[in-house]
């Protein structure tokens, strides 16, 4: 079958097709340790979702800390590097990209973290081959729950957005993808699912 440019489907990342829950909550208590503060399950999901930047900012003011913006993100990216090491892919995250991408849909990730810690991640997860457009959370100026980040996949990609569906896990990304005017579907976590 021919990939039809047109018709997209867009995944976020984090949560999503990466099980990065656990790993990305022992980066952030490592970074609350590293600041003097004391992490929270509350601080933890308002930052989930967030871009480095974004986040830092959040926790810069939650936790009033008086160090700069610029050496919080130099010690928590690297946390958040370190963490992308050992996270792996979703259950069924490679069957649901691989029979995308071989039933002509233009795949495509949108999500806050940074476009070249993305592609790496999908690089050693070997999910690359499916992916035809990364837009990391580094390549906008208004992240998610801002429509930017969709509109500029659509754009990149030359998908129409009435042929195109986003999945997204948090009212964030699906307000993102709405907001762009590209129908949406939300999953929700194994444990949610199952209680």
């Not at 926790?59 to 958040?80: C, F, T, V």
């Not at 042929?163 to 993808?177: F, H, K, T, Y």
């Amino acid at each position: 079958m021919s990939r039809n440019i047109r018709r997209g489907i867009f995944f976020n990342l984090d949560n999503t097709l990466a099980d990065g829950a656990g790993a990305l909550r022992s980066a952030f208590d490592r970074f609350a340790a590293l600041c003097g503060a004391v992490p929270s399950d509350d601080v933890f999901a308002e930052v989930s979702g967030l871009s480095v930047p974004m986040a830092i900012a959040v926790l810069k003011r939650r936790w009033s800390l008086p160090h700069g913006l610029d050496e919080m993100q130099r010690r928590y990216a690297p946390l958040i590097d370190a963490a992308f090491l050992d996270i792996a892919p979703a259950p069924g995250a490679t069957a649901t990209l691989e029979t995308a991408f071989r039933n002509g849909w233009s795949v495509g990730i949108v999500t806050a973290t940074t476009g070249a810690r993305s592609r790496a991640w999908l690089a050693r997860t070997k999910l690359a081959a499916f992916v035809d457009i990364v837009v990391g959370g580094d390549e906008v100026v208004l992240g998610k729950p801002e429509p930017e980040p969709y509109r500029i996949v659509l754009a990149r990609s030359g998908c129409a957005r009435e042929l195109s569906i986003a999945v997204e896990d948090s009212p964030l990304g699906a307000r993102s993808a709405l907001a762009a005017g590209i129908r949406t579907y939300g999953v929700a976590p194994d444990s949610a699912a199952s209680a």
